[in-house]
Each structure stands twice: as structure tokens, then as C-alpha cells.
């Protein structure tokens, strides 16, 4: 998969089928559309393409108020390129490309910049300044152009919209087997190991830092979780762990959100490496306690209750590979 960044016109400008959106957290709703867009594609003998937006224009306009983030830009990419599109088309959100008419969108980025030849939207697509575009007025613009568009439904699950809103939801509630059903696979967070405090260490429970480049994530708490990457020689392994993710309240006040996992019979050192944590069970929320013995007691309980639940929970083949 090759990514095209900036508003420059691709090297190689080859008629192609387009899908746009945010596409925040890859869920089965997306992989339906990603799925139909290849098999377009695969029809008319064009590249598969997804344009995307970065930051998220809800992101720039109003930062507070902006929903969370299932994923990271990086995180987006990877499950992108799991489904088999050619290219991805990152446009830089900001003032002047807010400022875009429908018409012009149509007629200089995606025909002139594109050679857009067959475009599918989801059932809620709207585009241009002050989001005036719709369907309606893209399929005018269609006929006009000689390009092809079409529409598709919104998934359903068990009678439930999927969406990236109703995934934040399940997460924020700690409903994790709702997150799994509405993305296909486990609701993960992915970064690099970095070095962190060593406290983990001293209580005797070592733990990998991970950076997150979400800044609010959409779920906090301590967690049984399967983790990938941490073994070189055969990265898509899983290791059982336990992790937290948040404030650390008894350490700290004030903190920021920090995911720090402690790896079941494991001694490596892996500073350095890229993890995938996948998050398969809440065990509870984050507590404040008195002192660190107290801590450590507690600590010693959810390594427990995260080995019991692990073992026979079988491991999930999920879209990251």
C-alpha cells in the first residue's frame, strides 16, 4: 500500500475507485465498505483508494469537544493495509481546505488531482465547507463529471448501528465484548516501549512503558490483555499480561494517561520495540490507595484474576498482521 501525503497530485496518476471518511478504528461498518470498495476496484481493473484526514476536522475546530480517538493516524494505516487497498490519501485538515466548495472537491481533487472513475460513500457522507454536500448533490455532480457513485447502508449488528460512537461508548463503560463484536477483533492500542519510572520493577512486578499517541484514550482501568511484538524472532506472538491504563492515582496526582504493562513469564528486555496491546477483559477501574504496600497487595490480585480469565480465553485472530 502506498501513501500519498500533502496536497501534491500523486507521481503516477492512474484512474483509481475511492472511498472517503475517517475511517477511526477500522471497525467491521469500515471493512464492509473497505471490502466492497477492492471488489469494485478488482471489476474495473483501477487502484483501490481511501482518502482520509488528519487531524480529524472535529479535532481541529473544536479540540475539547472532539470525540476520542480509537486510533492513531499509525494505527488507522496499518488496518488500511490490511484490507488489500492500493493507496491511502492523507489530506492535512485545516483552514483552507475547510474552506473548499463541494464543486471544487469534486471537480479538482478528486477528478483533476484523482482521475476519480467510481467513488462509494457510507449512508451519512457529507463534504465540502460547512459539510452542504450529500449524496444527492454528488451524484449530480456525477453525471456531470463521468465518474460513478454509490451508497452504502450502514452495517448492523444484533439490531445496533456500528459505529465509531458506539464503540467509544461500549469502551468507556468497560464493555469490552461489545467493542470486540463491533470491530472484529480486539480493541487494541499500539506504541513503542519507553523508559518510565522503573517503580514496576521495584514492587516486583516489571512492567513495559508504552507510549500512546492518543491523548485521551477512550478507556481506563486495569485490564487482562495478549500482547504482540514483544518477542523479535516471532512478532505476532502473544504474551498474557496485565495492564493499566490511566492517572496512576496512588503514584501521582494530576498525571497524564500512561499504559504501562506487566508481561506474564517474561524477562526480555524490549526497550525500543513496538507493542500491540490487546485489551481482552476489565478487571476494574482505577483505585486510589494509602500507602504502596496496599498497592502491591492489590497488584498481586489482579495478576491472579488476569491469569485466570486468560487461561481459558482462547486467543482471537484479529485484521493487524
Avoid at 454528488?138 to 447502508?153: A, D, G, H, I, Y
Avoid at 464493555?175 to 514492587?203: N, T
Avoid at 477512550?218 to 495478549?226: D, Y
Avoid at 504493562?261 to 526497550?271: A, S
Wanted: charged fraction near 25%.
Amino acid at each position: 500500500m502506498q501513501i500519498w501525503r500533502s496536497r501534491s497530485s500523486p507521481h503516477h496518476k492512474t484512474p483509481i475507485a475511492l472511498t472517503i471518511g475517517n475511517f477511526d478504528g477500522v471497525h467491521l461498518g469500515h471493512q464492509a465498505i473497505l471490502a466492497r470498495l477492492k471488489s469494485a476496484s478488482d471489476h474495473l481493473g483501477i487502484a483501490a483508494c481511501v482518502m482520509t484526514f488528519e487531524p480529524h476536522p472535529r479535532e481541529f475546530f473544536t479540540p475539547d469537544q472532539a470525540p476520542t480517538r480509537l486510533t492513531s493516524l499509525r494505527e488507522k494505516l496499518l488496518q488500511l493495509a490490511v484490507s488489500g487497498v492500493d493507496y491511502v490519501r492523507v489530506y492535512r485538515f485545516n483552514y483552507d481546505f475547510a474552506k473548499i466548495s463541494p464543486e471544487f472537491f469534486v471537480s479538482r481533487i478528486l477528478q483533476e488531482d484523482h482521475a476519480v472513475r467510481w467513488i462509494l460513500t457510507g449512508d451519512d457522507f457529507r463534504f465540502g465547507a460547512q459539510r452542504v454536500g450529500d449524496f444527492a448533490l454528488l451524484q449530480e455532480l456525477s453525471r456531470k463529471m463521468n465518474f460513478e457513485v454509490e451508497k452504502m447502508p450502514s452495517i448492523q449488528i444484533d439490531g445496533e448501528r456500528v459505529s465509531s460512537t458506539r464503540i467509544r461508548e461500549a469502551l468507556e463503560t468497560g464493555d469490552l465484548p461489545a467493542a470486540q463484536r463491533f470491530l472484529g477483533r480486539p480493541y487494541s492500542i499500539s506504541g513503542r516501549v519507553i523508559h518510565g519510572d522503573k517503580l514496576g520493577a521495584k514492587l516486583g512486578f516489571p512492567t513495559a512503558n508504552i507510549q500512546i499517541r492518543l491523548n485521551r484514550p477512550p478507556l481506563s482501568g486495569i485490564f487482562a490483555v495478549r500482547v504482540r511484538g514483544a518477542i523479535k524472532t516471532s512478532p505476532l506472538q502473544t504474551i498474557d499480561g496485565v495492564a493499566s491504563l490511566g492517572a496512576r492515582p496512588t503514584i501521582r496526582d494530576n498525571g497524564q494517561p500512561t499504559l504501562e504493562v506487566h508481561l506474564f513469564d517474561f524477562d526480555q528486555t524490549i526497550y525500543g520495540a513496538h507493542l500491540q496491546v490487546d485489551f481482552i477483559h476489565k478487571l476494574r477501574d482505577e483505585e486510589k490507595y494509602p500507602d504502596i504496600t496496599t498497592l502491591v497487595e492489590q497488584i498481586k490480585k489482579d495478576v491472579f484474576a488476569a491469569q485466570q480469565f486468560l487461561r481459558y480465553k482462547p486467543v482471537v485472530s484479529e485484521m493487524t498482521r
